[in-house]
């Protein structure tokens, strides 16, 4: 059976709210080495581990991420009330330096982080980034940038970000000029767009989100090496017994 890499998508998002300091915790017990988070800005420029541009699906009220301070966003909780209920009312808001503290304890640990194409709603593309680069520059060795933004993705490189890895819509972006000016290290992908019947693929492809470890094996099979997945406990487990 082919060998492959499990990630940590959004921390242990099957158990425990997603893109909070808890569920990477957590996942890091189960023996996690790999992690995928998003980050994006708040009105004043601070960066937040955060998925959606809004806050209804997470923390049960309205509002923009992008529109409110880093003040206003600490005053509520991403729960996910219409998931977990009242269990984990009052978990707070992630900062990025809180989960950079968290890296700084696990350097074994490997860090695939999203840049939200949202950000670009209220800061320039170089701005973002460079909010998010002095953020996470203690942790440099542990951290890979993401997006589905290859602008943002340029301009990380352009200052001095190597660590780099696009989010593909489509298959046939693996060969575009755009992403191969990058020289990524990763490329990531939802399994579905990989065609059929394909094999010997990038080593370095990471696919998105796999939770049944049937499904990792076959595509283990098929070639691919890294797999997120919101249940890494459960997954991590069946794989060990493989």
């Known amino acids: 059976m082919p060998h492959f890499e499990l990630i940590g ?63 206003q966003l600490e005053r509520h909780s991403p729960y996910i009330p219409q998931r977990f209920g009242q269990r984990f009312r009052g978990i707070p808001m992630l900062r990025v330096e809180r989960l950079v503290a968290l890296l700084k304890q696990h350097p074994e640990v490997t860090l695939f982080l999203e840049l939200k194409r949202g950000m670009l709603r209220s800061h320039s593309p170089q701005s973002a980034v460079a909010k998010i680069i002095a953020a996470i520059e203690i942790v440099r060795p542990q951290v890979v940038l993401i997006s589905f933004s290859i602008k943002m993705l340029a301009c990380a490189q352009q200052q ?71 249940s890494i406990a459960e997954m991590l487990a069946a794989r060990s017994g493989l």
């Open 9 to 71: 998508h959004r921390g242990y998002p099957a158990r425990y709210p997603e893109n909070t300091l808890l569920g990477f915790e957590q996942a890091i017990e189960a023996g996690a080495r790999y992690l995928e988070c998003d980050v994006q800005l708040s009105a004043d420029g601070i960066p937040f581990v955060f998925h959606d541009r809004t806050l209804d699906r997470l923390c049960g009220v309205e509002g923009a991420i992008h529109q409110l301070s880093a003040e």
């Open 160 to 230: 001095g970000w190597s660590r780099l890895a696009p989010v593909l819509t489509q298959w046939y972006q693996l060969q575009q000029r755009s992403t191969l000016k990058l020289n990524p290290e990763w490329l990531f992908l939802d399994y579905l767009k990989i065609p059929p019947n394909c094999r010997s693929l990038s080593p370095k492809l990471a696919v998105y989100e796999v939770s049944d470890i049937s499904d990792a094996q076959a595509l283990a099979q098929q070639g691919v090496c890294w797999i997120e997945t919101d």
